[in-house]
Nanobody, 116 residues
């Protein structure tokens, strides 16, 4: 059973930074893509950033220029560096992994709260 374990969430002031980590229980190369999604209260889950293993990335318009997705294959880890955080970034952030057969895996989520 594939496991994705997120960490790094917390409370941060507006303008601050956080780095989320997602450790996967197997090689990240066994997936076509990995990404980060978020869900705020009362809203649908939305894509934040996605990294495919042909090394293309895509970001939600709302985070472009502020967030960066990256990977460390030796550590089976995907990161989300979040800078210039805004109150509207407050949400539960979920790590995702997609296989070529469209099977999807999710982490348990980590809370990010941006507030003064």
């Amino acid at each position: 059973q594939v496991q994705l374990v997120e960490s790094g969430g917390g409370l941060v002031q507006p303008g601050g930074s956080l780095r989320l980590s997602c450790v996967v229980s197997e090689s990240i190369f066994s997936f076509d893509a990995m990404g980060w999604y978020r869900q705020a209260p009362g809203k649908e889950r939305e894509l934040v950033a996605r990294l495919s293993f042909v090394l293309s990335t895509n970001y939600a318009d709302s985070v472009k220029g502020r967030f960066t997705i990256s990977r460390d294959s030796a550590k089976n880890t995907v990161y989300l560096q979040m800078n210039s955080l805004k109150s509207e970034d407050t949400a539960v952030y979920y790590c995702n992994a997609d296989r070529s057969d469209r099977t999807r895996y999710w982490g348990q989520g980590t809370q990010v709260t941006v507030s003064s």
